[in-house]
Each structure stands twice: as structure tokens, then as C-alpha cells.
């Protein structure tokens, strides 16, 4: 009896072979230099379609993030009666995403210092952090939700660095100085429950 074969996966999309092509590239051949015409063409994707659906190597960055985003928002909003573990398992559920682009991204961080592109993606941060605490049943409006959203973000920066070394596959050693970092923020600013004071658990 003739074997089965198996059905094809459809192509991936323009944009989709695009990020996958800058993470690539950045991984084997560095950041620094990289360009969205050597991008194209390893996605091949003709320049002016690349063109047209992103400006710049840091427009696909933007791109991948808000996939990232997409990923987290998937699994719903995290329940639970303790604000800081619900924001414990939304940051996991986001490097959990991130790790395996790791070595790519150790890279472009590393490479996009003193960039000022890389100052003007902190908007997109910022607006990814706010979803985050939308994951966590946390409000993010208002002056409340901005302070909150800028303390979020600082600790998910100052994670990053233990979560590239992290070589181990359940990230245990990230999940370690995640744990610590918001326990430290929760009792030198009172980030966790003064800010959260009234917001009811959502299980």
C-alpha cells in the first residue's frame, strides 16, 4: 500500500517571512549592519512588497512584538487572588514566547545600544506592557495605569539580561529573578498594592 504523503503547509506570508528572516540574519550575521534589502532577500520577497510592509528593520521588530503580544493575550486573563502572581504568570507566559528568538534578540539588543531607534520603540513598549496588565486583570488607564505601565516596563527590561543567560529549558533561573524583582518592587514602591488597592480578583 503506497504511502501517505503529507499535505503541504501553506506558505507562510510575506510579513511572517520577513520577521523570521530579520531574526534569522541577526542571529548569523549581526544587527548592526543589517538592512532591510538583505532582509527581502533572504525572505524572498521582492523589495518594493518588503517596502511596503515595512519601513524599516525596526517596523518588523514592531511587528514581532505585537505577535509576542498576540501569543500572551491568547491565554486569556490570568485568575487568581494575588495581583503579583497573576503578573508572575503573564511575564513567564511573554519570555516563554520570546525563547526561542533568544539568540536573536540577545543580539539586537545588544547591537541597538546608543541607537535612537531604539529609544523611540520604548511607545511600543509601553503600549505592549499595558496589555500585559490587561492579562493580569490589572487596570492600566488613568494615572494609576501609567505608573503602573512604566514600573512594569522597567522590570521587564531589567529581567531581559537573566533571561538571555538562561540556558535552561523551564527557565527556572529566570523564573527565580522574576519572582525576587517583584517582590522587591512591591515592597520598596508599593507597586502592587497600593496602586492595584480595590481591584477585585477575576476568578
Known sequence: MPAKRRAKSPPKP????????TL???ESQGWRRLDMAAIAAAADV???EAHSLYRSKYAVLSAFRHGIDEAVLAGGVVTGDDPRDRLFDVLMRRLEALQPYRASLRIILRESV?????IR???GL???MSWMLGAAGLPSGGCRGHLSCRALAALYVSLLPTFYRDESTDLGTTM????RRLRQVESML???KPVFSGVKSTS
Open 114 to 118: 546608543g541607537d535612537p531607534a531604539l
Open 121 to 123: 520603540s520604548v511607545p
Open 176 to 179: 527565580v529573578a522574576l519572582d
Open 24 to 26: 534569522s540574519l541577526a
Open 14 to 21: 510575506a510579513s511572517q517571512r520577513l520577521i523570521d528572516a
Open 190 to 192: 508599593g507597586f502592587l
Open 46 to 48: 521582492p523589495l518594493d
Open 126 to 128: 509601553m503600549r505592549s
